[in-house]
């Protein structure tokens, strides 16, 4: 057991909010107290999620693409009572606007910090125009001190030449899955009978949020170059967001509205990836993809752009395919070498569940937690008192 009191600050949508219930779900059964602040988008229903699994939670509006002076000196206030009115040892920052501000929280209250990177925003191939403006806050947060966690070798490399943050600051924890969940299924072709689709024939799917990173387009435009070649395969796109409309033009206009089945968002993802024999990846930029991993530990063949951490998750040609973002032609060309080459497949797919196993397990990523917050909070011993209740958060409405 472990008397870590941490206050978590986060998004509330995506790989990062996956990746905060993860990680505080797995200190919760070793008896480590959390309280989240949830922000941006979807804020009320991800705390909501958080109370039903016991962990403590609100909700706190926060701009998500911008810098709202008001909006963030809220959270950058609530951050400081929370601290203060919890107790709290350490702060676990998620992203870079929450890294920013729970750093400066830091500074002021001199409690440990956290900052875990979800991307490389600072990046101009990530960011564009607004990547200076990234890199800026994060060169002045590196002053406020705290600790940074990066999820791969390649992200702690690319924060030190950009001069984000000291050597003995910085630490590689990699994402990791729950291997007993994400699994291959004992029986794959109920799986696939409950899609709807025939056990008979391959099934390539598509899973993630339907938006510009993720690059959903060029998933249709390589089924487009491979689709009439393949006409037994099956495939599959799930998920939601803002280019839903647009991905179903796209899939109209090359006469693929019959052959691509449209799933929506899915709250047990590995009920669809147990059901694929291929999965695909088509980001054009990433931290290291949970969903990613997931796949490989269900077992599927999986081909990805090597952006960022993907190119860490797959060994090119051994656990999977890599191909440059954007580059559709090369996707297709990939996807039709294992379509029609089931043993390759299945090759692919083996050395994938045993590279996660062996890689990306939960429980690796878990210890490795528990030492960093060990570190971070040692000497830090404090005169404690009884934590004051928590105060609600007053909504804008109410003015101030």
Request: aromatic share 6%; with cysteine.
């Amino acid at each position: 057991m472990h008397d870590f009191k941490i206050l978590a600050l986060t998004k509330a949508t995506g790989g990062i909010a996956l990746y905060n219930r993860l990680l505080l779900s797995e200190l919760d059964k070793m008896g480590v107290v959390s309280h989240t602040l949830c922000l941006s988008e979807e804020a009320e229903s991800y705390a909501q999620n958080l109370t039903e699994l016991g962990l403590g939670a609100e909700a706190m509006p926060m701009a998500r693409y911008s810098i709202d002076p008001l909006g963030d000196a809220r959270v950058l206030m609530r951050t400081l009572r929370l601290v203060r009115d919890l107790d709290v040892d350490v702060v676990i920052c998620h992203g870079s606007k929450a890294g920013f501000i729970g750093r400066a929280v830091g500074l002021i209250t001199g409690r440990p910090i956290i900052y875990r990177q979800a991307s490389l925003p600072f990046l101009k191939r990530v960011q564009g125009r607004k990547a200076s403006l990234y890199w800026a806050l994060d060169f002045a947060a590196k002053w406020f001190g705290g600790h940074v966690v990066t999820l791969t070798d390649y992200a702690r490399r690319q924060t030190l030449a950009h001069k984000l943050v000291r050597p003995d600051r910085i630490s590689v924890i990699r994402t990791g899955v729950d291997i007993d969940r994400f699994r291959p299924a004992e029986d794959r072709a109920a799986r696939i009978r409950a899609l709807g689709l025939d056990p008979d024939r391959p099934v390539v799917g598509w899973i993630g949020r339907i938006e510009a990173q993720k690059a959903p387009l060029d998933y249709v435009d390589t089924l487009r170059r491979v689709a009439g070649r393949h006409p037994e395969a099956q495939f599959v796109l799930a998920g939601e967001g803002r280019l839903r409309g647009e991905v179903e033009a796209a899939l109209a206009a090359a006469g693929l509205s019959d052959r691509v089945a449209m799933l929506g968002w899915q709250s047990a993802p590995e009920q669809v990836l147990q059901a694929l024999d291929v999965y695909v990846l088509t980001s054009h930029w990433e931290g290291l993809p949970l969903t990613l991993l997931e796949a490989m530990a269900c077992g599927c063949c999986c081909l990805s752009t090597d952006v960022d951490g993907c190119a860490e998750a797959i060994e090119d040609g051994v656990s999977g395919r890599l191909v440059a973002a954007g580059a559709t032609e090369d996707l297709a060309s990939a996807l039709d070498d294992v379509l029609r080459d089931p043993g390759l497949r299945r090759r692919y797919a083996g050395a994938a569940r045993q590279r996660t196993v062996a890689l990306f397990d939960k429980t690796e990523m878990v210890a490795k937690w528990i030492e960093l917050l060990s570190n971070v909070t040692a000497g830090k011993s404090r005169a404690r008192g009884t934590p004051r209740p928590i105060i609600p958060a007053r909504s804008p409405s109410e003015g101030r």
